[in-house]
């Protein structure tokens, strides 16, 4: 994928989760709008930007797909792909539309108050069940956590390089009886 130049920012867009049946079939959670659509750019790539294979889904499962790889002919060979990010470059990808972003885009975006006040860097962008999760790196070195919603996260200028934090209120728990 780097051929020469700097390497290309790369987009996670599945990972291998189990073997399915006998036949080198495996079985991926998607980060795609569309589960179904993860084989529709191209061949996959490791995290160092290795090519690995190109993609067919079989069919959809609950919380992803079944697809079949090239060179990966039992379970065996799929068992040793479980945990396995697969990546595309970024370039593959089809532009965002008005008010969207991949999240990988969001990394290295600074954060700053809407009053303008600097709090840090996007070092990440947690993805969990019941909600996603910035995570910024403050100038001093503290890690914050902070929900990833409209509320908290108001605006976003990809042009810009920043994103406007609304940091919620710390509310301190009472103590218990």
């Known amino acids: 994928m780097a051929r020469g130049g700097p390497r290309e920012r790369l987009i996670r867009l599945a990972v291998v989760t189990a073997p399915h049946g006998v036949k080198g079939a495996f079985r991926l959670r ?8 993860v084989a529709a750019y191209g061949p996959v790539c490791d995290r160092e930007g290795r090519e690995l294979f190109p993609l067919e ?3 959809r499962v609950p919380g992803g797909v079944v697809v ?8 065996d ?3 040793r792909l479980r945990g396995l ?5 970024r370039s593959r990808l089809p532009a965002p539309g008005e008010d969207e ?3 990988e885009d969001l990394v290295g975006l600074q ?3 809407p009053s303008g006040k600097k709090l840090g860097r996007v070092i990440a962008v947690l993805e969990f069940g019941a909600g996603d999760v910035l995570e910024i790196e403050t100038e001093e070195g503290e890690i914050l ?3 990833f919603t409209r509320a908290v996260v108001p605006e976003v200028d990809l042009e810009a390089g920043r994103l406007v934090v609304v940091p919620p209120e710390i509310v301190e728990a009472e103590p218990a009886p």
């Open 77 to 79: 060979a799929a068992e």
């Open 145 to 147: 956590d902070l929900p």
């Open 85 to 89: 990010a697969l990546f595309v470059p």
């Open 30 to 37: 998607c980060f795609t709008e569309r589960p179904e659509n």
């Open 111 to 113: 954060a700053v108050e």
């Open 57 to 59: 889904v079989l069919h």
């Open 101 to 103: 972003f991949y999240y």
């Open 68 to 75: 079949r790889a090239p060179g990966i002919e039992d379970r």
